[in-house]
């Protein structure tokens, strides 16, 4: 789990150990990670594209699933929520 103690990126020591009775993993790791090419384009948004229901904007669907989330877990909205 993310709130774990035991969840970051180890280092390649710390994964020969946690695998020393596979060590064909760490060399089949290397193998995989050879065969990968990614490319991460920096200081952009890259956003899924996905159908919107009910014919609203992206911007209106998500505030419409904000406000529902909101009664959801609060009950009901402050009167300047309602508004917006």
Request: hydrophobic share 40%.
């Amino acid at each position: 789990m993310i709130d774990s103690p035991d969840h970051y990126v180890k280092s390649a020591e710390e994964m020969m150990g946690l695998f020393i009775q596979t060590p064909e993993a760490i060399s089949n790791t290397v193998k995989i990670a050879d065969m990968c090419n990614l490319e991460i384009q920096l200081g952009k948004w890259i956003m899924p594209v996905f159908d919107v229901p009910g014919g609203k904007t992206p911007a209106e669907y998500i505030q419409t699933k904000v406000k529902e989330g909101l009664i959801a877990r609060y009950g009901k909205l402050h009167r300047r929520l309602r508004k917006e």
